[in-house]
């Protein structure tokens, strides 16, 4: 079983070049650093599931800042190589609902900017590491009234699955 667990390893590990395929699916996860300008500033999870053709990109995101937000995504990322490491550039726009404690829904829309690097490890996996900027801006009954905006830094790491 060791060996079997080995030789697997190996193949893995040991692809050599890796070719970029088309389609990937994928998930991240990491923390949330809010610039909110209110008393809530702990950082919080964000959560992420991603469907890929390159370079555009649907991504379905999560935070929990105390707040619960969820957005839905379309991106394109700006590869600057296309080599096994692949920085990227990504610019996104979509949809966001917050469901705000003792308020209820609300809904606006979210843009980000982000700056990360994918790494592929071999034909059919590729990790990421990513700093992402965020903002919300959304309409519905929130603390400071029937509108809020608000924006923060995430550090999130990801894994995807090439087809």
């Not at 809530?40 to 964000?46: E, F, I």
């Not at 053709?53 to 991504?59: A, G, H, L, N, T």
């Not at 009954?141 to 699955?161: C, P, Q, R, Y």
Request: hydrophobic share 40%; proline share 4%.
């Amino acid at each position: 079983m060791r060996f079997l667990s080995f030789a697997l390893l190996i193949m893995v590990l040991g692809e050599g070049q890796s070719r970029a395929a088309n389609f990937s699916v994928g998930g991240s996860g990491g923390m949330e650093f809010p610039f909110w300008h209110t008393e809530r500033m702990d950082p919080g999870l964000r959560a992420e599931g991603f469907y890929r053709i390159d370079p555009y990109e649907v991504r379905f995101d999560y935070s929990y800042l105390q707040v619960h937000y969820y957005s839905v995504l379309l991106a394109k990322k700006f590869f600057f190589t296309q080599d096994d490491i692949r920085p990227f550039v990504e610019a996104a726009l979509g949809p966001c609902f917050v469901n705000t404690p003792h308020k209820g829904l609300g809904y606006g829309i979210s843009p980000e900017i982000s700056l990360g690097a994918e790494l592929g490890i071999n034909e059919h996996f590729s990790s990421s590491l990513t700093m992402r900027y965020s903002a919300y801006w959304y309409f519905g009954d929130t603390k400071s009234g029937t509108m809020e905006a608000n924006h923060g830094l995430s550090v999130v790491a990801g894994i995807s699955l090439w087809f």
